[in-house]
């Protein structure tokens, strides 16, 4: 049983030989911008484009955004780092707000009492698959004239309003890493639906070189290119998504059945559908995380913590406000459940008893 290793198949060794005998291995090909065209399209983007990483997506959206120095940009406390880091990239400060306890994404209510004349945008994170209130968050926006960037990097597939998350904002940002909802082994996208401006970022991760033979470049670039071959096995895996996000939403629904009687579980907002990228629980307050997650591992099953809250972190506490008390409490006695493709429905029905059995043979619940 495994946590959220990649289902990777004969279609994907496929794919990786012939971009290998093609010969074009590195940034050049045609499969990366056929994948960001297929991407776009299933997402109903206008423009997509292929980076390296799920960071350096974020980092390119700020960046193109002209977010620097002396801006101010609100994130959640819950989320993994690199949200934050690429706020510091570019020499902006982070504003380091609490979560909604329901959905554990970022709170409007928090985010609205933190603007200040220096904040420029806001960047939602739509945590382990589920959607923030983007409703809510788009009107803050656009009532303060800010930029809305959404972190989409663990909810590719997800919609609220039937529209895909990474689409709503001004910019939506991808992560393909090998534990995501489908994977290039590493790699990442920009979204949206201003071409202009994503052509200016695809600009910006080729090294900003003017097309020509010299090698002439108009402003500061990046290396943030996906490879060739990196996209032939997006484009292998994304012929396959339907089914990865099936597997992770039909695992939620049987932790759910067995074990929402004696655990709280991540919900998601009103009128969006979650993907559950990883079904993720808290478990009760009398209970130590770290022996149950031991006991977990002597049958076999994998699990892991809630990230860490950002305003815990040590390198960040000159960003921090106020304590975000609603994080910490999910981080306290939250875990993830095995939400892997590789797994299978018995899997999980497997691992949600031998987690009641261990809660209610404590008398946790």
Known sequence: MELDAPYIGIDEEKAVVEALRSGFVSSVGPLVPEFEAAMAARLNAKRAVAVQSGTAALHL??????????????????????????????????????????????????????????????????????????????????AYSLYLIEDATEALGARFGGSFVGTIGDLG??????????????????????????????????????????????????????????????LAQLKRLETFLNKKIAFRSIYKEILEDVLTFQEPNNGSSPVWWLTTVKLPVCSKVHTIQEQMMVHGI??????????????LQKFVRKPC????????????????????EDDAHFAANILKKILVGKRMV
């Not at 790699?187 to 070189?209: P, T």
């Open 61 to 142: 959206a700020l960046h193109a955004l002209g977010i620097g120095p002396g801006d101010e940009v609100i994130v959640p406390s819950l989320t993994f780092i690199a949200t934050v880091n690429a706020v510091l990239y570019v020499g902006a400060r982070p504003i380091i707000v609490d979560v909604d306890p329901i959905t554990w994404c970022i709170d409007p209510i928090e985010v609205e009492s933190a603007i200040t004349s220096k904040t420029k945008a806001i960047i939602p994170v739509h945590l382990y698959g589920v959607p923030c209130d983007m409703k809510r968050l788009k009107e803050i926006a656009n």
């Open 302 to 315: 994998p699990t892991r913590r809630i990230f860490f809250p950002l305003d815990r972190q040590k390198y």
């Open 173 to 234: 940002c991808l992560s393909f890493n090998g534990n995501k909802m489908m994977t290039t082994g590493l790699g990442g996208m920009v979204l949206g639906n201003d071409e202009k401006r994503l052509d200016h970022i695809h600009h910006l991760a080729n090294q900003a070189k003017v097309n020509g033979p010299e090698y002439i470049h108009d402003e500061i670039g990046f290396n943030y290119r996906m490879t060739n071959i990196g996209a032939a096995i997006g």
């Open 325 to 344: 008390k609603v994080a910490h409490e999910i981080y306290e006695q939250g875990i993830c459940l095995p939400s892997s493709t590789v797994n299978s």
